[in-house]
């Protein structure tokens, strides 16, 4: 099992920055895939970025492509999601995730543990 603990969000105008962090605890953080999905209210769940184990791959939605950046410090077990010219509808709670893969790839689907989320609000 991993357990996994968000933080960085909060209140920003359009066009600022915000960096998530995720913590993971638990079993070996670098042997997981990792990834961000967001919720908007009334929404479902979408995938936002992902992370392959070594950090080497990145996989990214098309509305965050060019904005976001994902990466992962395995010594720290902690993975980032760097977001830059933030836009209101990126408003949303972000989660942080971790799944076994069997393959050094970024995941974008399937993934078994979550963590609690974290509130972006991005002001227009």
């Known amino acids: 099992q991993v357990q996994l603990v968000e933080s960085g969000g909060g209140l920003v105008q359009a066009g600022g920055s915000l960096r998530l962090s995720c913590a993971a605890s638990?079993?070996?953080?670098?042997?997981?895939?990792m990834g961000w999905f967001r919720q908007a209210p009334g929404k479902e769940r979408e995938f936002v970025a992902a992370?392959?184990?070594?950090?080497?791959?990145?996989s990214y939605a098309d509305s965050v492509k060019g904005r976001f950046t994902i990466s992962r410090d395995n010594a720290k077990n902690t993975v980032y999601l760097q977001m830059n010219s933030l836009k209101p509808e990126d408003t949303a709670v972000y989660y942080c995730a971790a799944t076994d893969s069997d393959y050094d790839l970024p995941v974008r689907w399937g993934y078994d543990y979550w963590g609690q989320g974290t509130q972006v609000t991005v002001s227009s």
């Open positions: 992370i392959s184990w070594s950090g080497g791959s990145t």
């Open positions: 638990g079993r070996s953080f670098s042997s997981y895939a």
